[in-house]
């Protein structure tokens, strides 16, 4: 596809549940980010991946967060045990080389009862 | 100690008025800045992208990068209603993590 591609769109979980959340970044496009927002918030940076790597996994809230990046492309956020305080939009972006523009997708709507 | 700091607003002005968006950044080796909209529901969106000292023109919008103090704005000239929105400022160095402002919200008053 064209753009940044997230699904599911929306997810609702009971608490207690896991869940998946993936992210299809534009293709060729080495670096991919997560990020959550909560409403009203601004961005909290989760964790990022250069190629299937990750320099960077300081944001994640807790061992309960974990991501993956496959083949330098998709990648998956996993929530265990999911809490009510981990309802947010959850936004991942991709970008390319060293200027690091990044282009976000639509966002994964995450809604813990 | 935040590493990119934004007043949160509301910031309000009227519309036609020039819209003066402030950024200051704690990381001297930062390469790349990025001014991001956001509307309310919606995802960020690039909307201008500076690299070097001085201006840099697109439209209605104008980049200011001052490395030497730390400090990247964006002023929104003629501003319209369609303008409302949140504004996220974003530094990072190469190949580093990208770091976002907490935003500043806009409210242009018709």
Known sequence: GAGVSQSPSNKVTEKGKDVELRCDPISGHTALYWYRQSLGQGLEFLIYFQGNSAPDKSGLPSDRFSAERTGGSVSTLTIQRTQQEDSAVYLCASSLGTKNIQYFGAGTRLSVL | ?110
């Open chain 2, 1 to 110: 100690q935040k590493e990119v700091e934004q007043n949160s607003g509301p910031l309000s002005v009227p519309e036609g008025a020039i819209a003066s968006l402030n950024c200051t950044y704690s990381d001297r080796g930062s390469q790349s800045f990025f001014w991001y909209r956001q509307y309310s529901g919606k995802s960020p969106e690039l909307i201008m992208f500076i690299y070097s000292n001085g201006d840099k023109e697109d439209g209605r919008f104008t980049a200011q990068l001052n490395k030497a103090s730390q400090y990247v704005s964006l002023l929104i000239r003629d501003s319209q209603p369609s303008d409302s929105a949140t504004y996220l400022c974003a530094v990072t160095g190469g190949y580093q993590k990208v770091t976002f402002g907490i935003g500043t919200k806009l409210q242009v008053i018709p």
